[in-house]
Every structure is written in C-alpha cells, then in structure tokens.
C-alpha cells in the first residue's frame, strides 16, 4: 500500500467526516476501520442535532454546537447537489417536556430558558415556555400528564443510517482510500513525531496520523492518553413505527428522548450505562425505553417493537471532546464527542482540517482551544524496530 499524506484511524463519523474534509482539500488520505465504516456507536446514533438541548452551560460546547448545526444545512445541500444523496436532514424542532408526576421537572425549564435567552445568542432568540395544552396544541399524542414544555424551534436531526453511508460514499468518490478490516495495532512513534501506524500486515507510513477510534481511541498504543481517557458509555434504542405519524418534533422527556422520523418510525432512546464494552440489548434497557415512549406519548402503547440495538458513546472526564493535536507531533485526535457526535461532526472536521493545514480557524480561538486533546495527554514513544522506521 502506498503511503497517503494522512492515515485516518476509524471509520465512524469522525473518521468520515475529517477524511472526506481533508481530500477536498487536496490531501491523499487513507481511513482505516477494522470493521466496516459506521459499525459503531455513529450508526447506533438517535442523530438528534441539539445544541441548545444539549448544552447545560453557555460556553463553547453551545457555540460549537451552533456552528455544527449551521454546518449541516450546507453539508446536506453538498451531498444532495453533488452526489444524489439523502441524510435525513430535518429541522423539525424540538420540545423538552416536564411531567406533573415529575418533581422540579418546570423549575428545570424555567432555568434551561433563561440560561438560553441569556446568551445573547441569536439562534436562542423563538425559545419559548409553554403550557401543558400549548404544548399539546404542537404535538396531540403528548401524554396528559405533561404540564409544560421548552420549545426549541431551531434543533433538528439527521439519520445516521443515511447519513454514514453517504459521508463515506462522498469521501471514497473524492479519492479518500476505505481499507476495512483493518485493525491499527499501533500508531507509530519515533522522536516525539508520528510515523504511521502498525497494521497485521506491517507498517504503513504517513506525515499525519488522525485518530477516530471512538471509545477504543485511548486505547490504541501510542496514543498519548491514559487508557481510561475516553471511556464507553452504553446507549441502548428502540424503533418502533407510527401511522399516521405521531409526532413531528423530536421530544425529550422522562429521562429520554423520542425522534420521529419522516416516514413515520418513532427512535426512543436512550438508556446510559457505565458498563465497560458489554455489548447488546437487555431487557431491563427495553423495560426503561418503554416507560420513557408510554410516560411521554401513551398512544406508542399500541405501536409495534420494529427493531432495537446499541451502541458506545465515547465519553470523556470533562464532558468536551478531544479534537486537535497531540504532544507528538503530526499526531491528531478527533474523539470523545459523548452524547453529539453526529452534532459536532462538521465543526470537529472544520477545526481538524484548519489546525492541520495550518489556516485560519472557522471558530473563536478560545472554543477550539478547549477541545485541544493535550489538556489530558500522557507520554508515549514506540520502541523502535526495523519494521517501524520509515
Ligand atoms: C445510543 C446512542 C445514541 C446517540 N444519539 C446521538 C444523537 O442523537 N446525536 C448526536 O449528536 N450524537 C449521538 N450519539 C453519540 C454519537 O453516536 C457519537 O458521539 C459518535 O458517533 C462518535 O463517533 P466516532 O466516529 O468518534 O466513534 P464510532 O462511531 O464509535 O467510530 C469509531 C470507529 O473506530 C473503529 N476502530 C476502533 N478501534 C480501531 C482500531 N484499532 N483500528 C481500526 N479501527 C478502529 C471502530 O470500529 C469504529 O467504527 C449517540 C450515541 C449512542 C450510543
């Protein structure tokens, strides 16, 4: 295999994305995913975009957010206009609801909106309380049992299972290089730069390593963070199918979330579990997931089981994701997005591709810099062999 300029460890959205970014740019670049792009946690994705949702705090994971949304509407119009194809892209707006039985769940609200509208942000300007029947004014099957609700007309969605195809489909016709089943073994490290990565095969030689690997990311040898850095946390999801459609917001509500999708499937999600890489399905996670769908929408009740599954979130100590440099050199992380991977994907490739090329970032300094992976990074050097030398 020859050598690409960049080697792109994982193929999950952030591999996609960041790959696909960096060959429009003129880069050769090769993504190397040891199952198949998208057989993580970014295929196992709700694909709610929700920054406002999202964020508890005004800061950067809200700006960033922000621009990411914004970002989206671009990327679905590119890969619509350029390559025929469909991510699912809505923006269908959102409602987090309180429910009676549900102590502090309205003081809750109250203080999600004031901390929005303060912001001074102009997406936070239609950001509204309403009442338990405005609320079912907007969306009929809301239980009675809802009493208020937040309205965030701006959030959307996108679907994963569109989407990931179609981010590695563009990649792969602009010259990005797809070898599946391919495990990194290593990334290799000589003189406090990155050389490439070691495969079962051997090595293979790059001038930049951009590790993707989700929650396997602090685990890859050479990558300079301590394993535990990027850690799995379990989320479980149910589809089932509504018709005629239930609801066209996505919701949150109960501990969970519903999304329907245009066709009238209903995602609930989604449970969180700190359980290591336990895979699969259990029952005590479809148990939550339909008292979360009955609490908030009762008509669900008589709604078909279609199809459940789950995934990793990688999730990191400070709840930000690790995007940027490393302390080896040539070496880039693109990992750690928690809960809004799908969200941030575009923001993460637009930062990555800016910090690698050396231009102008597309975001304030000061938000970029709180995602720069060297705030957690540990010490690494791979023991030099022969077959490790470029
Ligand atoms: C149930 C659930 C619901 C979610 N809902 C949402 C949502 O609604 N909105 C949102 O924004 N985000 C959501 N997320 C979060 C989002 O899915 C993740 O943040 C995002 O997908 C992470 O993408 P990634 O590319 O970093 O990781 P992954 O998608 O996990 O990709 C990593 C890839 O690296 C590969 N890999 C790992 N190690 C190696 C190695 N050594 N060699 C080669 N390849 C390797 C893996 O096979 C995998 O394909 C959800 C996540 C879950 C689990």
Excluded at 250 to 256: E, R, S
Excluded at 296 to 319: E, I, K, M, N, Y
Excluded at 349 to 361: C, S, T
Aim: with cysteine.
């Amino acid at each position: 295999m020859s050598s690409p300029d960049v080697i792109v460890v994982g193929g999950g959205i952030m591999g996609c994305t960041v790959a696909w970014r960096l060959a429009r740019a003129g880069l050769s670049v090769c993504v190397l995913e040891r199952s198949v792009p998208g057989a993580e946690a970014s295929t196992a994705a709700a694909g709610i975009l929700g920054p406002m949702m999202e964020a508890e705090e005004v800061g950067p994971a809200l700006r960033l957010g922000l621009r990411s949304a914004e970002l989206y509407t671009q990327l679905a119009a590119e890969l619509r206009a350029e390559h025929a194809l469909e991510i699912g892209h809505r923006v269908t707006g959102l409602l987090r609801v309180a429910l009676e039985s549900e102590a502090g769940g309205e003081t809750e609200l109250e203080a999600h909106a004031a901390r929005l509208r303060g912001s001074g942000l102009a997406a936070t300007r239609d950001v509204a309380l309403l009442s338990g029947e405005e609320a079912r004014r907007r969306e009929p099957s809301l239980a009675p049992e809802v009493c208020m609700a937040l309205e965030l007309p701006g959030e959307g969605q996108v679907d994963p299972r569109l989407l990931l195809p179609a981010l590695s489909m563009a990649g792969e016709r602009d010259g990005v290089r797809f070898v599946t089943d391919s495990v990194v073994r290593e990334v290799l490290v000589r003189a406090g730069r990155a050389q490439g990565v070691r495969l079962d095969a051997g090595p293979l030689h790059a001038a930049h390593v951009v590790v993707a690997a989700g929650s396997w990311t602090s685990v890859v040898p050479g990558v300079p963070l301590a394993a535990a850095t990027i850690a799995p946390v379990k989320g479980q999801v149910m589809r089932t199918h509504a018709r005629p459609r239930l609801l066209e917001r996505v919701v949150f509500g109960a501990g969970g979330y519903l999304v329907p999708r245009a066709a009238g499937d209903v995602l609930v999600g989604a449970t969180t579990e700190h359980v290591g890489f336990a895979r699969g399905v259990t029952l005590a996670g479809l148990a939550e997931l339909i008292t979360i769908a009955t609490r908030v929408a009762p008509r669900l009740q008589s709604c078909p089981v279609l199809d459940h599954w789950a995934g990793f979130r990688p999730g990191t100590p400070d709840g930000l994701p690790l995007v940027g440099p490393t302390p080896v050199e040539h070496l880039w992380l693109a990992s750690g997005h928690y809960r809004n991977g799908i969200l941030l994907a575009p923001v993460t490739a637009e930062i990555l591709v800016a910090q690698l090329l050396g231009q102008p970032l597309g975001v304030r300094e000061d938000d970029a810099s709180a995602l720069d992976p060297r705030r957690f990074a540990a010490t690494t050097e791979t023991p030099q062999t022969p077959e490790s030398a470029p």
